[in-house]
C-alpha cells in the first residue's frame, strides 16, 4: 500500500508563487512514478506534472515552464514548484503515485490564486 499527503497550498496572488509537497509512505512497493494532477470546480481531474522513477519529466502544456516537478529520494518526497501562477491555475491539486499497477491519491491540497 501507498500513502500520499501533500501540503504547501494556500491563497496566493496571481504572479506568486508556492511549493507543494507530498511526502510517500510505500510499504514494501516499488514507487514507478509520482506526478500531480488537478481538479478545478465542476471540471475534471486533468495533469499537471509526472516524474517516472528513472525516467523524464512531463508537463501538461498549460503549465509548462512555470511549474516544475522534483523529488527528494532520501525523504521519499516529491515536489511541485508553482511560479508565476494565474487565477486559471485554481485548483485543489492532488499528489499521485503508481505502484503494482495501482494508481494512488493524496488527499488534495487547494491552491488559490486570485487576480
Known amino acids: 500500500q501507498v500513502q500520499l499527503v501533500e501540503s504547501g497550498g494556500g491563497l496566493v496572488q496571481a504572479g506568486g508563487s508556492l511549493r507543494l509537497s507530498c511526502a510517500a509512505s510505500?510499504?514494501?512497493?516499488?514507487?514507478?512514478?509520482m506526478g500531480w494532477y488537478r481538479q478545478a470546480p465542476g471540471k475534471q481531474r486533468e495533469f499537471v506534472a509526472g516524474?517516472?522513477?528513472?525516467?523524464?519529466?512531463k508537463y501538461a502544456d498549460s503549465v509548462k515552464g512555470r511549474f516544475t516537478i522534483s523529488r527528494d529520494n532520501a525523504k521519499n518526497t516529491v515536489y511541485l514548484q508553482i511560479n508565476s501562477l494565474k487565477p486559471e491555475d485554481t485548483a485543489v491539486y492532488f499528489c499521485?503515485?503508481?505502484?503494482?499497477?495501482?494508481?494512488?491519491w493524496g488527499q488534495g491540497t487547494q491552491v488559490t490564486v486570485s487576480s
Open positions: 499521485n503515485a503508481l505502484a503494482r499497477g495501482n494508481s494512488y
Open positions: 516524474l517516472p522513477t528513472g525516467g523524464f519529466t
Open positions: 510505500a510499504s514494501g512497493s516499488s514507487i514507478l512514478a
